[in-house]
């Protein structure tokens, strides 16, 4: 084991009294040691960013955004580097670390230097005379992410917080802290100014909670699991903290006979097994109408037998390991569950075959189950692996009555030639994000999110820069 991995605290490597084994997917090793912050080490990192805020906050846009472009180039000078790291600790092949990940963090800092600058209050002139409102930043605000795209969305939390002038108490997950501590690292070489951005490393209970109970600590971003989003919003309620919660889903892909043939197999295959299923927006359940749903289902299901995991450090590998032992088992139980509903395993099925060196990883064939009934666990509950059902609907009323019948409302897919029916189903779908012929095309200017058990509040653009303010208005009678 050679890498140690702290938190970062005003510049500095702080190791609290705990650590944590921190394992390479692909063989099950363990590679490093995670000391974990405790409530200590998050209050100093609290204390510190509190006491960088005033600087920081009254920089200039523009300040700002420079500060925000040198991470930015300063990320993308090490670009394999990062890439290396996180695909090292999340299993997931390099080519989507060095073509898609990597480089939206480096574009999601980019992005919201250009949004500081960009960012404007709305004045209203009438009869109350002359109302303007200023958007403030809140101070001191925590995000706290998940593992499935580690330095992906930690900094799609952490830019536009920065850009807003707050000043930012990160937590990444305690499964995959090592693209964080590079950031943190790099902060301190480039010369960051101090406070502003803390990297807090540890489990839920060691850092998280410390965090969100923080009095200090404005607003929380969290993407993660429903059940820890839930308790989340318990505990800023009780000191009436912001919040926005990116949680999970359950997204269906609603396919018509109709749907445009170019792309269609190949964007579905990225929509079900991409990082392994291991993305909230993935099409978990694809709804196919009945008059195409077995020829659907042969090519589909044979273009997913050719999908078969490999060395997550090799080029041309496109499906790597699932991220951790523990999730690993929880896919199999899925897949265990689906069986015993009376699911039919048309591919996949299992742990996947790989060669010697990799036998300890934790790799799953991809695996596409049909015969299941709306209703069934294995199409309500989130599996969040490689793992998708395929199921007939006769018209555009079931299709959207089984799309809707779930506790999660995150993103959906139209795929039809008609726009007129895809935009009626659009507005009638109850998730946040709709494509249309498409999947993960990504605008970040738009709102993000979703609504019900999928979470609270959006992301993106303006409504992420809205989130890290407050508004005050400003009268002035005429
Ligand atoms: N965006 C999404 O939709 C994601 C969904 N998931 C779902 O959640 C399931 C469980 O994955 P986990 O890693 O266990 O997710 P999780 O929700 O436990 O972890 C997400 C983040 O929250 C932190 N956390 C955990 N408990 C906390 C607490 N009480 N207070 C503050 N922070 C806390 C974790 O350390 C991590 O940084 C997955 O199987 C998947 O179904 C997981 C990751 C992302
Ligand atoms: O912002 C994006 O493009 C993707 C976000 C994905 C998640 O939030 C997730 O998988 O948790």
Redesign the pocket.
Known sequence: MDIEIGSWVNHRLRHGGHALAVFEPATGAIYARLHEADAEIVRAAVAGAAQAFPAWSRLRPSERAGWLNQLADAIEAELDAFAEAESRDTGKPIQLCREIEIP?AISNFRFFAAAAMQFASESHHGEAGLNYTLRQPLGVVGTIS?W??PL??LT?KIAPALAAGNCVVAKPSEVTPLTAHLLGRLAADIGFPEGVLQIIQGSGISAGIPLVTHPLVKAISF??STAVGKQIALQCAEQLKKCSL?LGGKNAALVFADAPRDGLYETLLRSSFQNAG????CGSRILVEQSFYDDFVTEFVARAKALQPGDPAAPETRLGAVVSSAHYQKILDAIATARAEGGNIACGGGAATMPRMFEGGWFIAPTVITGLAPQCQTNQQEIFGPVVTVSPFVDDADALAQANATRYGLAAQIWTSDLQRAHRLAQAIDAGIIWINTW?T?DLRTP?GGMRDSGLGR??GVEAMRFFTEPKNVCLAL
Do not use: S
């Open positions: 939206r998940p499935n795209l992906y969305l799609w993407t993660g990116e291991q993305i909230c927006l993960m990504r993000f992301e993106g």
